[in-house]
């Protein structure tokens, strides 16, 4: 099992990313895909057509997000995301724990490129 922690700027307010995080219109617009999403504690979602699955653990609004990810028969994942004001918007840092070896790279590409990474477009869309 591996960690991943990285910061991203995300040209949005904190308000405006922690909303696109928990609020099921809003991330249909960025992922371009179906979502289930009940955000409260112990709630739970589905990203990406099943690709990302968990539970919420934990939701302080506009600050922090931390969410238990499933990978099968694997022990779960915590994902932690903190939001905090910047001049270019918001920093974004994500702290991943046990991730499986084997998904390793696939994982910290996916936060790069199809997470974080449509994030940034679809705020800096025109």
Do not use: C
Not at 18 to 35: E, M, N, P, S
Not at 43 to 67: A, C, M
Request: a negative charge; aromatic letters at 14%; hydrophobic letters at 35%.
């Amino acid at each position: 099992m591996k960690d991943f922690k990285k910061y991203y700027i995300i040209p949005a307010t904190p308000e405006e990313v922690y909303k696109a995080l928990t609020t099921d219109i809003t991330i249909r617009l960025w992922t371009g895909d179906l979502v289930e999403i009940d955000p409260r504690v112990g709630g739970e979602f589905s990203l990406w057509d099943g690709s990302i699955n968990g539970r919420f653990l934990e939701l302080e609004p506009y600050k922090k997000i931390v969410q238990e990810w499933y990978f099968g028969e694997e022990v779960p994942s915590i994902v932690t995301i903190k939001l905090h004001e910047h001049k270019k918007g918001t920093s974004f840092e994500v702290q991943h724990t046990n991730i499986p070896d084997e998904a390793y790279e696939d994982i910290i590409e996916g936060w790069d490129t199809e997470y974080v990474g449509s994030l940034i477009d679809f705020y800096t869309e025109e």
